[in-house]
């Protein structure tokens, strides 16, 4: 019996019951769907955490200015001025596991630009900075160490910045006033968009920390400084050499606080994605079990079939069909059932997911991938659970089955 003669067969039993079989597959077109839609929304997440974490810096360590509590008291972030520049020039000549430092002092203001202007944030920082933190620039330059020796009144811009201030115009080169001092824009950094939290990532203005110290804020401490390490590895053991300079730095007593905190955003955000990848198989194998459902409802159909055709069965194998014919015409019956579910089971997930984005504005990230497992599980449903009734059939003794009325 060759492959088209079995499919022949299997489609016109199935379509013997048309409405048994369509609700027979409405468990597997249910299951895909939902498999495909459920992973896609947290694949989605996924790749917002990744995004995230390939922007948060390059191995970044981050030391902020004031302790989470001192001598009792919750003195929060920023909360000292003991943070220097020193400090950070120290660090990366003695812990090995620093190869980049950037001081940085920031604040909000007013940005004017010949009768517009926007409020936003300031931050000054040191070269290095944009290396560390992963910003590249979108137009002009980064400002060099020349001008933060020079105290230059010279800024690089957010995107956000440069659209509200300057439209469709260029910005390189035009001056704008910060604080009633005339800064020369000579960049704009490419836009990262919103964060996960909400935030607007390109709201703000770079400058060399010696000018915002010198002509901004007035201060000579930092608010906070940013480390590049020279692998993700060594960030635990850099961040304890680190605070133990510091403190030595700062006359700290073993019996206080440290008057700075240390972070590492990347082991935050690489735990969330963890968390992220974990939630998405848990749902994913939640969707799976509709699957499964569906597949233990071709299986009981499928018995119910061998039953009712008992007598076919007898009268094909009293006239020579073997075993293995019976076996595969009952089994083919069953595929082709997840077969063609799976096939509508991935038309109502991309329609599913389609309307996930566009009603709810929910994101979903689809891939082949997805697809392809969630088909390749459909078919298996099929061979797994449609084996047992195919072997039964195939096991029947012919004369009770030409008996069987």
């Known amino acids: 019996m060759n492959f088209a003669t079995i499919l022949r067969q299997a489609f016109r039993a199935l379509a013997r019951n048309r409405a048994r079989s369509l609700l027979t597959m409405l468990g597997i077109i249910m299951g895909v769907g939902s498999f495909i839609c459920v992973v896609g929304v947290g694949h989605a997440g996924s790749s917002r955490l990744e995004t995230q974490l390939s922007n948060v810096g390059d191995n970044l360590l981050w030391v902020e200015a004031g302790s989470r509590a001192k001598s009792g008291i919750r003195v929060g972030s920023r909360g000292t001025k003991s943070l220097i520049v020193a400090d950070g020039l120290a660090v990366l000549e003695q812990v090995p596991g620093i190869k980049k430092q950037s001081p940085n002092t920031d604040g909000h203001l007013q940005v004017v630009y010949e009768n517009l202007n926007w409020g936003t944030s300031f931050r000054g920082v040191s070269p290095d900075y944009f290396e560390i933190r992963k910003w590249n620039i979108d137009r002009g330059a980064a400002f060099t160490q020349a001008d933060v020796d020079a105290n230059a009144a010279v800024c690089v811009l957010g995107q956000t910045v440069a659209e509200n201030l300057f439209g469709d115009d260029d910005p390189i080169g035009k001056t704008i006033r910060i604080k009633d001092v005339p800064f020369k824009v000579i960049g704009v950094l490419q836009g990262r968009g919103v964060s996960a939290t909400g935030q607007d990532q390109d709201d703000f203005v770079l400058m060399p920390i010696t000018t915002a110290q010198k002509r901004i804020t007035g201060n000579d ?27 030595e730095r700062h006359h700290l007593r073993a019996t206080e606080d440290d008057d700075f905190s240390i972070r590492s955003p990347e082991d935050l955000i690489r735990a969330q994605l963890a968390a992220a990848n974990v939630f998405t198989i848990l749902v994913g194998s939640a969707a799976s079990l509709s699957l499964l459902v569906g597949g233990i409802g071709i299986m009981n159909i499928m018995l119910i079939s061998v039953t009712e055709r008992t007598r076919e069965i007898g009268i094909r194998l009293a006239i020579g069909a073997t075993e293995w014919d019976i076996q595969l015409q009952f089994l083919s019956e069953a595929i082709v059932m997840s077969v063609i579910g799976g096939i509508l089971g991935v038309l109502t997930g991309l329609l599913g997911s389609y309307i996930l984005r566009n009603t709810l504005h929910w994101e979903v990230q689809l891939s082949a ?37």
């Open 221 to 247: 401490w930092l608010d906070d400084i940013y480390f590049s390490t020279t692998t993700r590895e060594v960030i635990p053991q850099a961040s304890k050499q680190v605070e133990a300079l510091l403190r």
């Open 369 to 405: 991938e997805i697809i392809m497992i969630a088909a390749l599980f459909s078919a298996g449903v099929g061979i797994f659970f449609g084996y047992y009734p195919a072997r039964t059939a195939s096991r029947l003794d012919p004369i009770e089955g030409l008996r069987y009325e």
